[in-house]
């Protein structure tokens, strides 16, 4: 089983053209915190605009990872924990490429998993993808198709099984599981992004170790076989 989650920032700035128009289309939805939604916020939530910034994979089957990130956003030589193994991208682009080819590598043969992934994580990868011309996973497809009640291609913990607006943070405390926003939760990524860009990656880690461990307790990880592929989980070719 493959673990993944994605953290992202705004995909337009201020300085953007689009910025006016879409500070309308956000103002038109509700804030969490009430009132209208700021056009960061919107694009915070909205799979077409977030900009993926790190993007972690678990292997249950290996019990390692790799955590890749945009070293525009975050710089070079980030030190990442213990059992991942740190790949940086110069850029959005060739983020989404590394994501899409390991997904391919692997999600063909073996199930993939996230939180709130089929309404965020997946879609993300999807459409950032077809924004800047990268080749989607065949994986991608595959989750989309399945049915609600199938399981062979993607789970999705949020909506697949516990039906629920729970977060991840709240399952993790009730199951007695490390806190996964122990860095700061989603709306502390922009600053970390500024002030300590490391805990990004500490971040993201944390989120899928949480994911992992609440797979495991709920039934739906996969047993610890040896990984079908294992020499192809290992850092891919990259530019840098």
Known sequence: MIILDIESTV??????????????????????????????????????LARPVAIAMWSTATERGQVA???????????????WAGVPWGGERPLLEW?????DAFGRVMVSC????????????????RIHGVTTALHLADAFAQKPWDARHHIDLAAASLRDNYSLRTYALAYGLDDPKAEGTGADIE????????????????DVRATA??????????????????T?????????
């Not at 994501?99 to 997904?103: C, D, E, G, I």
């Open 213 to 230: 461990q609440l797979a495991e307790r709920l039934g739906f990880a996969l047993p610890a076989v040896p990984d079908p592929r294992p």
């Open 11 to 48: 995909s337009v700035t201020r300085d953007d053209p689009r910025y006016a128009a879409l500070a309308t289309e956000a103002a038109r939805r509700q804030s969490r915190k009430g009132g209208p939604q700021s056009c960061e916020e919107f694009q915070a939530l909205c799979p077409l």
């Open 191 to 206: 600053r970390l992004i500024l002030e300590e860009p490391g805990a990004v990656l500490r971040y993201v880690c944390g």
């Open 99 to 103: 994501a899409h080819q390991t997904l």
């Open 232 to 240: 192809q989980f290992a850092l891919l070719p990259r530019d840098a």
């Open 114 to 129: 996230g939180f709130n992934s089929l309404r965020y994580d997946l879609p993300l990868l999807w459409h950032r993808a």
């Open 69 to 83: 990130y945009d070293v525009t956003l975050l710089g070079a030589g980030l030190p990442v924990p213990e059992g």
